[in-house]
């Protein structure tokens, strides 16, 4: 049996937004993703696996990187959180029937609210759920392991809304990423 084709994602397709992410952050978001995979030696193209409640390998696409970017996204653990933040974003959308529309507040254990497309100005907590996201420049399988648990416990005084939980961990040196749904 052939290999299943591989899945590509173009992080500069944030650039034209989704409900809750303006064209301007989507495209920051993109040029940090781009930062942090070309710090570790990546080329476009490069093959992320995904593993968790879900199975996939994607080819990433991203922004050329100049130097003006680089001096930009020159703080690395602020840089790496929104690299897997816009990861994560796309991510989401590829493997769910999610997308992006809302962001949380501080407090709630979690990042954004999830929900269908369209579904933004409906009433809150119809159809959506919960994403946190974590990132991590440079670690293993067991690193991305321990955070996802982290995250699970994170987001666990918000169970009480009884809405399903994404957590998102991405891991850009191997690069890799474990998408768990609560």
Same mark, same amino acid.
């Given at each position: 049996?052939?290999?299943?084709?591989? &899945?590509? $994602?173009?992080?500069?397709? $944030?650039? +034209?937004?989704?409900?809750?992410?303006?064209?301007?952050?989507?495209?920051? $978001?993109?040029?940090?993703?781009?930062?942090?995979? /070309?710090? +570790?030696?990546? $080329?476009?193209?490069?093959?992320?696996?995904?593993?968790?409640?879900?199975?996939?390998?994607?080819k990433i696409y991203w922004p050329e990187v100049t130097g003006q970017m680089l001096r930009c996204w020159n703080d690395e653990e602020f840089t790496?959180? &929104?690299?897997? !933040?816009?990861?994560?974003?796309?991510?989401?959308?590829?493997?769910?029937?999610?997308?992006?529309? #809302?962001?949380? #507040?501080?407090? =709630?254990?979690?990042?954004?609210?999830?929900? #269908?497309?369209?579904?933004?100005?409906?009433?809150?907590? &119809?159809? =959506?759920?919960?994403?946190?996201?974590?990132?991590?420049?440079?670690?293993? !399988?067991?690193?991305?392991?321990?955070?996802?648990? +982290?995250?699970?416990? +994170?987001?666990?005084?918000?169970?009480?809304?009884?809405?399903?939980? !994404?957590?998102?961990?991405? /891991?850009? #040196?191997?690069?890799?990423? &474990?998408?768990?749904?609560?």
């Amino acid at each position: 049996m052939p290999a299943a084709p591989k &899945q590509e $994602l173009f992080l500069m397709t $944030l650039k +034209q937004g989704l409900p809750a992410i303006t064209p301007a952050y989507g495209e920051a $978001l993109a040029e940090a993703g781009a930062v942090c995979f /070309e710090d +570790q030696g990546h $080329l476009n193209g490069v093959e992320l696996a995904v593993s968790g409640s879900f199975t996939a390998t994607f080819k990433i696409y991203w922004p050329e990187v100049t130097g003006q970017m680089l001096r930009c996204w020159n703080d690395e653990e602020f840089t790496t959180e &929104q690299a897997a !933040y816009g990861l994560s974003f796309l991510l989401i959308r590829a493997l769910t029937e999610h997308t992006i529309i #809302r962001r949380s #507040r501080k407090g =709630t254990g979690f990042d954004y609210w999830l929900g #269908r497309e369209g579904d933004e100005e409906s009433l809150p907590f &119809q159809n =959506t759920a919960r994403l946190e996201v974590s990132g991590i420049r440079k670690g293993d !399988y067991n690193k991305v392991k321990t955070r996802v648990k +982290q995250k699970l416990r +994170q987001v666990s005084p918000s169970d009480r809304l009884e809405l399903p939980a !994404y957590i998102v961990v991405v /891991e850009f #040196r191997t690069p890799l990423s &474990q998408v768990v749904k609560k």
